[in-house]
């Protein structure tokens, strides 16, 4: 069986999806801080926090786990900067508190939800695995500390892991039955469609000063669906033996802020009211990574790589849930 921590999420209840139509037997622990129950579709449910010892004694009892999936650490880098506590508490800790259960119940692979982040303001493009750990916010940090948290975990007790990196998730299930409904959202393309629907009255892009083409960051965007098949190849490896690694997925080329937004104008057919505002803090300018090593070694590729058909799928799950998983 495997365990999907955060499955009620955006990636995660995709991620559940993708398993049970794989055929395997997933359970899922999801405190609903930030999940929804609408966006479970089937499965088997513990409502908990990952930072509960009994919670976690009485899931890891109960079910036979082989395998833990980690989506449940909180993601936004600019309000890390503001609440540092709240990440290191809920991000560290549940770290902690899970391979320890895991340890516990001799439960030996995990695969671990990262982030380009880890990398910092980077030193070339794109980023390969071998890039020094350098994070220039919170966010990235926790997740730096967590990742070593699980080499140090393998080295003293053999639990196997594979951490994902990745930057931007983006698009929502082909199918039209999962999205994503972050409360509040900060990500650019559910902001960028909520400003074109009207449900905003604009998008703010945050420095257009910067070393850039058009002034505005650049980042890699990856299709939810494309993270879910590597997280399941990850899953596959594990099971064959393979050791600890990391993996950057990414599709080889960035889109910077305004790109995002034209390319959003054109597939919702009109133009979407942009305010400039002040550069946040820990925002490096460029974050591409190379996912030359997952293709290589995971067999992974990318379905769904066109910017345009991740709006495009956003977008139709947005405008069937315009409240989101409350429609």
Not at 43 to 52: A, K, Q
Not at 169 to 184: F, M, N, Q, S, V
Not at 300 to 316: F, G, Q, S
Request: charged share 25%; with cysteine.
């Amino acid at each position: 069986m495997v365990l999907v921590i955060g499955g009620a999420g955006y990636i995660g209840s995709h991620m559940v999806k993708y398993l049970l139509q794989k055929g395997e037997q997933v359970v899922v622990l999801d405190n609903f801080s930030t999940g929804h129950r609408r966006a479970l579709l089937e499965g088997t449910l513990v409502e908990g926090d990952l930072r509960d010892p009994e919670c976690l004694n009485n899931l890891f009892r109960t079910y036979s786990i082989e395998c833990v999936i980690h989506f449940a650490a909180f993601i936004f880098a600019g309000e890390s900067m503001r609440h540092p506590a709240k990440y290191y508490d809920n991000n560290v800790l549940g770290c902690l508190r899970l391979l320890e259960a895991m340890r516990q119940y001799e439960v030996k692979q995990i695969i671990f939800s990262s982030t380009a982040a880890v990398y910092g303001e980077p030193q070339q493009i794109p980023i390969p695995e071998t890039h020094p750990l350098t994070p220039t916010n919170t966010y990235g940090e926790t997740k730096r500390v967590m990742e070593g948290m699980l080499h140090w975990y393998g080295q003293a007790y053999g639990i196997r892991s594979m951490a994902l990196r990745y930057f931007n998730a983006a698009g929502a299930d082909p199918d039209g039955e999962l999205g994503e409904d972050h409360r509040p959202e900060e990500h650019l393309i559910p902001l960028v469609l909520f400003a074109g629907m009207g449900k905003r009255e604009q998008v703010y892009v945050f420095g257009n000063d910067y070393d850039t083409p058009d002034g505005t960051c650049i980042r890699d965007y990856i299709h939810v669906s494309d993270l879910c098949e590597a997280h399941y190849l990850a899953l596959k490896k594990l099971r064959e033996g393979a050791p600890c690694n990391q993996y950057n997925l990414g599709n080889g080329q960035g889109y910077s802020v305004l790109e995002v937004i034209r390319t959003a104008e054109q597939v919702i057919g009109k133009p979407i009211p942009t305010v400039y505002a002040e550069r946040r803090a820990g925002d490096p300018v460029r974050l591409v990574a190379s996912s030359e090593k997952a293709q290589r070694e995971l067999g992974w590729r990318p379905r769904y790589p066109d910017l345009a058909t991740m709006i495009e799928h956003a977008y139709r799950w947005f405008l069937k849930n315009p409240e989101g998983y409350e429609s």
